[in-house]
């Protein structure tokens, strides 16, 4: 099981707001990233380092880390967003990475 | 561009061995840590193994570790995972992805599948 947690399905209606959270101890002092994956690719980065986009990501995807959860938020959902999202950190203690569980996104 | 081209899967014995390939291009290979990382069917991504640019620096998942190793040739552009002792636990598609600074995997290959069969 992962120590990272979070939520198992995310629903959304298109041109609304989907917000998948991530749950971890000491995520401040770690930088939080963000992965997409649609059903029988590889996984696609799409935030690191908790708020940044790699080039080809829309602006309407930001990411925000504070205390103990961070989240992922998509904005004006669209059907092509529908995913699996997976948050990741590093831990430089270990020197070990570790994925969430992973959250199914649905658009309604 | 940069590419990463998992190759070796297959179907595999009970304590069977197995090693795979992750031939990269498109960026400078030697000054690049590398990364192994596993999805059973149905189920999430899961970290591997991680090798410093030079392969001096190894760490692993406590799942894996004593029996898979990785390793890397920097004349070849090639990353490898050697597999041993596997059982039904490590059927799953393995990816290659290149690590970057904070941990963060920047490119990933497309995947090769290690069925287990007993």
């Known amino acids: 099981s992962s120590v990272l947690t979070q939520p198992p399905s995310v629903s959304v209606a298109p041109g609304k707001t989907a917000r998948i959270t991530c749950g971890g101890n000491?995520?401040?002092?770690?930088?939080v990233h963000w992965y997409q994956q649609k059903p029988g690719q590889a996984p696609v980065p799409v935030i690191y380092?908790?708020?940044d986009r790699p080039s080809g990501i829309p602006g309407r995807v930001s990411g925000s880390n504070s205390g103990n959860t961070a989240t992922l938020t998509i904005s004006r959902v669209e059907a092509g967003d529908e995913a699996d999202y997976y948050c990741q950190v590093w831990d430089s203690v270990t020197d070990h990475r570790e994925f969430g569980g992973g959250t199914k996104l649905t658009v309604l | 561009q940069v590419q990463l081209v998992e190759s070796g899967g297959g179907v595999v014995q009970p304590g069977g061995s197995l090693t795979l390939s992750c031939a990269a291009s498109g960026f400078t290979f030697a000054i690049s840590a590398m990364n192994w990382v596993r999805q059973a069917p149905g189920r999430g991504l899961e970290w591997v193994c991680f090798i410093s640019y030079d392969g001096k620096k190894e760490s692993y998942a406590d799942s894996v570790r004593g029996r898979l190793t990785i390793s890397r040739d920097n004349s070849k552009n090639t990353l490898y995972l050697q597999m041993n002792g596997l059982g039904a636990d490590d059927t799953a598609v393995y990816y290659c992805?290149?690590?970057?600074?904070?941990?963060?995997?920047?490119?990933w290959g497309q995947g090769t599948l290690v069925t287990f069969s007993s």
């Open positions: 992805a290149r690590d970057s600074e904070g941990g963060y995997f920047d490119f």
């Open positions: 000491m995520f401040g002092s770690k930088s």
């Open positions: 380092y908790d708020s």
